[in-house]
């Protein structure tokens, strides 16, 4: 999966819009981060919750993996573009979208 690959099933959800965090991309609903997108772009990260995370890493350990230190704890997962599946990232994506948005727009998706 390249970088641009990402973007696109990133913003293909509900009001995601692109913007910057850091000097990097991220992706946001109503101003909430769900997603970015690393300096080099050769990885993104998700904003997952700790039990969607173990559920994820288990089901793609070759291209999934907490983010180190406090924020991989709270549920930040690396995403290694260069192994990931289409599938698998949009799958992720999505679930970190709904973890970000407001409920009521969650429930319409």
């Not at 990097?24 to 904003?47: C, N, Q, Y």
């Not at 997962?77 to 973890?99: C, F, G, I, P």
Request: aromatic share 6%; no cysteine.
């Amino acid at each position: 999966m390249t970088a641009n690959q990402f973007r696109k099933l990133a913003l293909k959800l509900p009001e995601a819009v692109e913007s910057s965090h850091m000097n990097h991309p991220d992706f946001r609903v109503r101003g909430k981060i769900f997603a970015t997108l690393g300096p080099s772009e050769a990885w993104g990260m998700v904003k997952l919750t700790p039990d969607q995370q173990k559920e994820q890493v288990r089901a793609h350990p070759e291209s999934l993996t907490p983010v180190k230190g406090g924020w991989g704890r709270k549920g930040a997962t690396q995403v290694l573009l260069e192994t990931a599946k289409a599938d698998a990232v949009e799958y992720a994506l999505t679930l970190a979208w709904r973890n970000a948005a407001p409920k009521n727009l969650a429930e319409e998706a």
